[in-house]
């Protein structure tokens, strides 16, 4: 409210703090933060696909609030540009730039109350994809399998990039070795990790190797572990593999609308990522792949993971392809059949044949 014969208290302040020089300055910082922002961004993810990733799951805004401060941020430093270098009137309209500065720092709070309103934008000009003595690369038919000495790098850069912190979700068709590379990346772990879903049968030989077992049959097991983990949060894993994910739903379309269907799928996964944030953990949701090359609940999973894992068969390799949320393929990793077997025969003291890490599990 403006009192009589003054102006506004907030604009009074922006006039004040807002000189034309000094906003030019300011603004100018302002353009020059955000975009040695977007450069981290794509040098802190290689091999990358260069694009502006302003609002890139887990880097960057994450908001559609925090796109519309963005948005006021350029705004602002285009006025104070203009006030201070271009035609004189505009030097005059400290009051709508100050109107502008006041409700971007209410974007800001209104942002910090939605930490989940995820707004995915990604324009791409161009995909670069990086080859190294570590890294295969699909789309480059001249790189040729990797040595035995480059197997092991290979094995141990996918599992560093396994034991990131955050959300992912692994996918492939059936017979793709999802659950097997899965439980061996466990087994790699050494301790601090963590397994739920329906393979109690295969786990049951890992018992006193530190990695708990939960055993989830149905939905309402599987929320209430999770609900569970949640609340107590003390555990000290460092990898979490929810094996499984979509099964549990399937006997919920029989009673239920396909939307409920969904919601209490969109429910399992917000707990899971609230898990991987809250102690800082990697998460890896195991499913399975649909008729239309995507994963089980694509519309569900593609609004919370980081990275899509997608497994195939590549003789005597297993390709484990990383993708972007939107499925668009960052760089891919040839893991030797050899590397997973070794270590499945080392757990249990069997050959390979004998254990249980068969097509019956995915």
């Known amino acids: 409210m403006t009192p009589p014969g003054g102006e506004a208290m907030p604009l009074r302040y922006a006039r004040l703090l807002l000189k034309p020089r000094t906003a030019a300055l300011l603004m100018l910082a302002v353009v020059i933060l955000l975009g040695a922002g977007i450069v981290y961004v794509l040098v802190e993810r290689p091999p990358l696909t260069l694009g502006i990733y302003f609002f890139y799951p887990g880097t960057g805004a994450q908001t559609v609030a925090e796109m519309l401060v963005v948005a006021f941020l350029y705004a602002i430093g285009v006025v104070g540009l203009l006030m201070t270098y271009e035609a004189p009137k505009y030097r ?7 109107a502008i500065l006041m409700t971007g720092l209410l974007l800001m709070v209104i942002s910090a109350l939605l930490p989940d309103s995820r ?10 994809e990086f080859q190294g003595a570590m890294c295969y690369s699909g789309s480059d038919s001249r790189t040729l399998p990797p040595a035995k000495s480059g197997e092991i790098g290979v094995w141990r850069n996918f599992l560093r990039f396994i034991r990131r912190p955050g959300l992912k979700a692994l996918y492939g068709p059936p017979s793709s ?20 879903g329906l ?30 983990l949640a609340a107590e949060g003390q555990r000290g894993w460092k990898v979490i593999v929810y094996d499984g994910f979509g099964s549990e739903y399937m006997p919920l379309y029989c009673g239920m609308r396909e939307r409920s269907v969904m ?51 590549a003789e005597g390799f297993v390709k484990a392809s990383v993708l972007t949320p939107q499925l668009l393929e960052e760089h891919a990793y040839l893991i030797p059949l050899d590397s997973i077997r070794k270590h499945e025969e080392v757990c249990t003291g069997e050959p390979p044949h004998q254990i249980g890490f068969s097509g019956s599990l995915h």
């Not at 707004?119 to 670069?128: A, I, M, P, Q």
């Not at 393979?199 to 569970?228: E, Q, T």
């Open 199 to 228: 393979g109690k049968h295969v786990f049951c030989r890992y018992s006193g190797r530190g990695v708990d077992v939960f055993h989830a049959v149905s939905f309402r097991d599987a929320v209430s572990i999770l609900l569970d």
């Open 263 to 313: 919601q209490a799928a969109l429910f399992v996964v917000s707990i899971l990522r609230f898990i991987a944030t809250k102690i800082s953990a990697s998460v890896l949701v195991v499913t399975t792949e649909t008729h239309r090359g995507r994963p089980l609940f694509y519309n569900v999973l593609g609004k919370r993971v980081d990275f899509f894992v997608r497994t195939s068969l």
């Open 119 to 128: 707004l995915h934008l990604e324009v791409e000009l161009l995909r670069v």
């Open 177 to 196: 070795f999802k659950t097997s590379l899965m439980l061996t990346c466990l087994e790699a772990q050494g301790g601090e990790a963590a397994y739920i």
């Open 92 to 98: 005059h309209n400290r009051q709508q730039l100050g």
